[in-house]
């Protein structure tokens, strides 16, 4: 059974550019989670969604950055127009059940983004 | 909202028990007490969780205070590859786990 699958791993962009960040959440999960880390700092949450649905984007920066998680296919983090503090590593994780009292998250390996 | 304080760094001979400590003294009687943890690069890790009894599993054991106010990480024999960032969450605001800055474990040889 996969685990949370992220691409691209590694990604360059220039300035302005659009950088678009995909999670493929474990077979059967519906409820995915976006975290950012910057270099040496700690992991923020950025945005909660189930299938089709945003149900917490309160850590989301409020220009330039969307999620989706569509019905089929997985789950996008778009960033337009990146900036060079846009650099960091960004992870998905996903669970099984509604609510975390199952304790457990599956986190990806992380899409490193730099922004040239 | 319970608020976790950890030690920012701790060092422990492979081979021995790692015992990580972490306050929650404002913690709600419905709130739990989650570990996970980060090894260098990679996405975090699950690793336990409990509400207020002792929790164990391959990993690690998990010992909660009888008032909750504290509780304790150990793993019982560390290896060099569990050196990593511990985080203590006990923080479930809505859906989402809230990271701290977490405890850097290093085992040496």
């Known amino acids: 059974n996969a685990g949370v699958m992220q691409n691209p791993r590694h990604l360059v962009r220039r300035r302005g550019q659009e950088a678009r960040l995909r999670c493929s959440p474990m077979?059967?999960?519906?409820?995915v989670y976006w975290y950012r880390q910057l270099p040496e700092e700690g992991l923020k949450f950025m945005v909660y969604l189930q299938k089709e649905n945003i149900i917490d984007e309160s850590g989301m920066p409020k220009e330039r950055f969307s999620a989706e998680f569509p019905k089929e296919g997985p789950s996008i983090l778009r960033i337009q127009q990146v900036v060079r503090g846009d650099s960091a590593a960004y992870f998905c994780?996903?669970?099984?059940?509604?609510?975390?009292?199952?304790?457990?998250?599956?986190f990806g390996e992380g899409s490193r983004l730099t922004v040239l | 909202d319970a608020k976790t304080t950890q030690p920012p760094s701790m060092d422990c001979a492979e081979g021995r028990a790692a015992n990580l400590p972490c306050n929650h003294s404002t913690i709600s009687g419905n709130e739990y007490v989650y570990w996970y943890r980060q090894i260098h690069s990679q996405g975090p890790q699950y690793i336990i969780h409990?509400?207020?009894n002792n929790e164990t599993n391959e990993m690690a054991s998990l010992i909660i205070t009888e008032d909750r106010k504290s509780s304790t990480l150990i793993l019982p024999h560390a290896t060099l590859r569990d050196t990593a960032v511990y985080y203590c969450i006990v923080r479930v605001d809505g859906n989402k786990l809230v990271f701290g800055a977490g405890t850097i474990l290093r085992v040496k040889s």
């Open positions: 409990g509400l207020k």
């Open positions: 077979k059967g999960h519906s409820h």
């Open positions: 994780a996903s669970s099984l059940l509604f609510g975390l009292h199952t304790g457990e998250l599956f």
